[in-house]
Nanobody
Framework: QVQLVESGGGLVQAGGSLRLSCAYS????????IAWFRQTPGKEREFRAA????????FYEKSVQGRVTISRVNVMNTVYLQLNNLKVEDTAVYYC?????????????????WGQGTQVTVSS
């Protein structure tokens, strides 16, 4: 049974940092690319970052480059998303997703499995 569990969200002031974690289990998700998306009410999920199965390549949405870092530790079955210099507009539910065959890392429909999400709230 595949499972992805996000953690690390919370309330933080603008300019602060958070590190989100995505713990995965089941199948061989260490062979899957992992991505982070965010979603706000009434909007579709937006790509933030992705990392290949072996961690040799990373991809970022342009607006977060320089503020966000994705990394993974396969022996711990965990992918991290470091969020720095947070802005009020970063407030959202953040989801991690796993995909076995990715043609476009920024498209939500490319991913096979999703977690339940973790809330990030940035106050001014």
């Amino acid at each position: 049974q595949v499972q992805l569990v996000e953690s690390g969200g919370g309330l933080v002031q603008a300019g602060g940092s958070l590190r989100l974690s995505c713990a995965y289990s089941g199948r061989t998700l260490s062979n899957y690319a992992i991505a982070w998306f965010r979603q706000t009410p009434g909007k579709e999920r937006e790509f933030r970052a992705a990392i290949t199965a072996n961690g040799d390549r990373t991809f970022y949405e342009k607006s977060v480059q320089g503020r966000v870092t994705i990394s993974r530790v396969n022996v711990m079955n965990t992918v991290y998303l470091q969020l720095n210099n947070l802005k009020v507009e970063d407030t959202a539910v953040y989801y991690c997703a796993a995909g076995g065959r990715i043609r476009a890392y920024d498209l939500a429909h490319e991913y096979d499995y999703w977690g339940q999400g973790t809330q990030v709230t940035v106050s001014s």
